[in-house]
């Protein structure tokens, strides 16, 4: 049986990267009686999968973590018995079964995120950012200059920047993400900041993810669905 897990990262927990996240919730499974597969070979590992690595620094409330068990105990049991094991900055929100085939697989069903961008207090930007921020996305194009394996390249990032506007005291942003298209918050800002001529370290910015989503739209349509609306309650 194949089970989506949602969860929140938050406060110092923020800090522990991806690596040590999955060993942390090897651990969790044990310790919480999750009946969790483990692969077949001579060095069997528990089947499980992350459906976008967060970045160090960055929070969230809507992570995901797909698994695969054999017996299983019903959603509010699982989350509970999960949380009891939670270090503080973790929160499992989520159990749910998903069905075989194409909604199995939350990495490769990834198709955007959308993040709120506030500043640290002290480090907000010179006066009238807010103009020149929606005239920056306004633009048909915005070329940036990135940096890959084989060394830099320019790219538009306008078409993967799905939503962009001010909200209150922070900026929301929805960007593509997945294996084909990924664009990060932070090459957004660094991207605003040379338009408007302006300063933006990244230790200025305290980024949240919101949520994960997949594109069940046909025809270029769009149509963008949580990654947890794809399973069902137990």
């Known amino acids: 049986m194949k089970i989506r897990i949602k969860f929140r990262k ?7 990267g991806h690596l040590d996240m999955m060993r942390y919730f090897q651990k969790a499974m044990r310790r919480a009686g999750i009946d969790i597969c483990y692969s077949e070979g001579f060095s069997p590992h528990m089947i499980m999968s992350f459906a976008s ?4 620094g960055l929070t969230s409330d809507g992570e995901y973590l797909d698994i695969e068990v054999g017996e299983t105990f019903s959603s509010k049991e699982s989350m509970e018995r999960l949380n009891q094991v939670m270090a503080q900055g973790v929160e499992v929100v989520s159990f749910r079964r998903i069905p075989d085939g194409k909604a199995s697989n939350a990495m490769a069903l990834l198709a955007a995120a959308d993040y ?3 500043f640290r207090e002290g480090m907000e930007p010179k006066t009238g950012w807010e103009k020149a921020f ?3 996305c306004a633009q048909s194009r915005i070329p940036v200059i990135k940096k890959t394996k084989k060394g830099e390249r320019e790219l538009d990032i306008r078409p993967l920047l799905y939503r962009a506007e001010r909200r209150d005291n922070c900026i929301y942003l929805q960007l593509a993400a997945g294996s084909a298209d990924n664009l990060k918050p932070e ?4 991207a605003f900041g040379v338009y408007a001529e302006m ?3 990244e230790y200025a910015l305290l980024i949240h993810r919101l949520e994960l989503y997949t594109d069940l739209g046909t025809e270029g349509a769009r149509k963008l669905v949580a990654l947890e609306e794809l399973g069902e309650v137990l």
């Open 187 to 190: 090459l957004v800002m660094e």
């Open 53 to 56: 690595p967060l970045g160090v």
């Open 134 to 136: 929606d005239d920056f």
């Open 116 to 118: 709120e961008i506030r």
């Open 10 to 16: 938050y406060g110092e927990m923020k800090f522990i």
């Open 199 to 201: 300063t933006l370290p």
